[in-house]
């Protein structure tokens, strides 16, 4: 099977752009959930789809937002960026999106913000 | 209550030691702690997970070792080799409640 793949891998953008990341789950996986990496706070929870819905939400303000389609592939996008925003963000999928089954990784993209 | 916190930052074992890396929690209702490893210009992936009704689970040359009353597990690389060097994450998580993570260990075993 291949891996959960994301795009683009690396993106520059300046303030106030906003941005949409794409990530393609396993195949069969219904659930997708995103992380944002940075090296002061770690990884952090964004949210997770299941279904074409949003199940559960960390923490974000709402400039972050996600959805998922039909197929489960699902982007988020971030608006009016800020330079808070440059991170690593990653993507992962699992079959049923329960804490218990396993979550894979894709490689992540790495947002730069100038 | 909902931070895990890891130490130690970073850790330098040598080649054929015991990597020991440690976590703490506050929150008593967490139920689930997974450990993550990750690679340079990877995705983390999951490694080991136990639940608190066990002690110890141990898959290869990889334990976590829980402790409940302490409320603190760690996970234990015996026998450490070059290609273990990567960056750890420990994490917990309650019910739906989104998953929280500690900031990470940054491992090298020395050849």
């Known amino acids: 099977k291949a891996g959960v793949t994301q795009t683009p891998r690396y993106l520059i953008k300046t303030r106030g752009q906003q941005v949409t990341l794409s990530c393609s789950p396993i195949?069969?996986?219904?659930?997708v959930s995103w992380y944002q990496q940075t090296p002061g706070q770690g990884l952090q929870f964004l949210f997770e789809?299941?279904?074409?819905?949003?199940?559960n939400k960390g923490n974000f303000p709402g400039r972050f937002s996600g959805r998922q389609f039909s197929n489960s592939r699902s982007e988020m996008n971030v608006s009016t960026l800020e330079l808070g925003d440059s991170a690593l963000y990653l993507c992962?999928?699992?079959?049923?999106?329960?804490?218990?089954?396993?979550?894979?990784f894709g490689p992540g993209t790495r947002l730069t913000v100038l | 209550q909902q931070q895990v916190k890891q130490s130690p930052q970073s850790l330098i074992v040598q080649k054929g030691g015991i990597s020991i890396i440690n976590c703490a929690y506050e929150?008593?209702?967490?139920?689930?702690f997974p450990w993550y490893q990750q690679f340079p210009g990877k995705g983390p992936a999951l490694l080991i997970a136990?639940?608190?009704?066990?002690s110890e689970k141990k898959e290869g040359r990889f334990t976590i070792s829980f402790n409940k009353s302490a409320k603190q597990f760690s996970l234990h690389i015996m026998d450490s080799q070059p290609g273990d060097s990567a960056t750890y994450f420990c994490?917990?998580?309650?019910?739906?409640?989104?998953?929280?993570f500690g900031k990470g260990t940054r491992l090298h075993i020395l050849p």
């Open positions: 992962a999928s699992s079959t049923t999106g329960d804490r218990t089954d396993t979550q894979y």
């Open positions: 195949s069969g996986h219904r659930s």
């Open positions: 789809y299941f279904s074409e819905t949003q199940r």
């Open positions: 929150n008593t209702a967490f139920d689930y």
């Open positions: 136990i639940r608190p009704d066990v």
């Open positions: 994490a917990a998580s309650r019910g739906d409640d989104k998953i929280i």
